[in-house]
């Protein structure tokens, strides 16, 4: 009897000990699941003889009631009924083969307790680094296209790039379109209201609303704090699944090679 307690004790006490690991990471990546979670801490686990494996840590959160639920929402940020000119989809039969080849972009809405402010993105297809963003008051084509500014900015490879987008407003407008052809950039639309054919950068902005900003800010100045340190948590320390368990940041600079690069769709 008293072994058994015993053994109980320990295991109470390793549980504890990786329930405060989790909790640590979770301080910079709130809603980040299961998987990644182990991916990142089974080294440290094993450094201070913590036994668990991935199911065990999933018996551990759902013990604790720590288990992420996705959140479901969803507001129309796109206007697509204009005279602007509607570019073709150039990305149906393309994969890109390194990073700054393809460049994906969306808006969405983020709330704050004063108003509802827009997320505008530009993320590298290839390496899910997220190049640009810029979060504003309004939905003009001026505030969209200041991400677009960022990500040129950011951007360090010659290569053709394609700029794949919705075919909303701010995206044709003349403003946006002059910044892609003085960019070098290549303009690439959805067809028609297939939410599939932009489902990249839409995942992209439910990453940082689900996983990072779990809390409404109280103000525009604070939306932008949190936002801008999201970006950065997300770059260099968030697994992907899609990458291997690596971070966008090192996946975009280990890039491809130079033949790859080298190569145009």
């Known amino acids: 009897m008293y072994q058994a ?11 504890q000990e990786a329930k405060a690991m989790v909790l640590n990471v979770r301080t910079r990546m709130p809603r980040l699941g299961t998987r990644k979670l182990y991916h990142l801490l089974k080294d440290a686990f094993s450094a201070k003889g913590i ?28 206007n697509s009924k204009h005279w602007l000119k509607k570019h073709p989809n150039l990305l149906k039969d393309v994969q890109p083969r390194c990073p700054e080849q393809v460049f994906v972009s969306d808006i969405t809405y983020v709330n704050t307790r004063e108003q509802t ?4 993105l530009v993320t590298d297809a290839f390496s899910r680094k997220i190049m640009g963003y810029n979060v504003s008051r309004d939905l003009s084509a001026e505030s969209t296209t200041k991400a677009l500014d960022a990500a040129v900015e950011n951007k360090r490879r010659r290569v053709n790039t394609i700029h794949h987008s919705d075919r909303g407003l701010q995206y044709a407008s003349s403003v946006y379109q002059r910044k892609l052809q003085e960019s070098g950039m290549v303009p690439s639309m959805t067809d028609g209201y297939d939410c599939y054919q932009n ?5 992209m902005n439910g990453i940082l609303k689900q996983e990072f900003m779990v809390t409404k800010c ?10 801008r340190e999201s970006v950065e948590i997300y770059n260099s320390q968030r697994p992907h699944l899609s ?9 975009h600079e280990s890039g491809c090679g130079a033949r790859a690069c080298r190569q145009s769709f």
Do not use: Q, W
């Open 5 to 15: 307690e015993k053994r109980h004790d320990a295991r109470e006490a390793m549980y």
């Open 51 to 78: 036994r668990l494996g991935r199911d065990g840590l999933f018996s551990l959160l759902r013990r604790e009631h720590m288990l992420i639920k996705r959140r479901k929402n969803y507001t129309k940020t796109t």
């Open 199 to 203: 489902a990249l950068a839409e995942r």
């Open 218 to 227: 109280n103000d525009f100045a604070e939306l932008n704090t949190l936002v």
């Open 117 to 120: 402010c827009y997320l505008s």
């Open 243 to 251: 990458l291997g368990m690596r971070t966008p940041n090192d996946v």
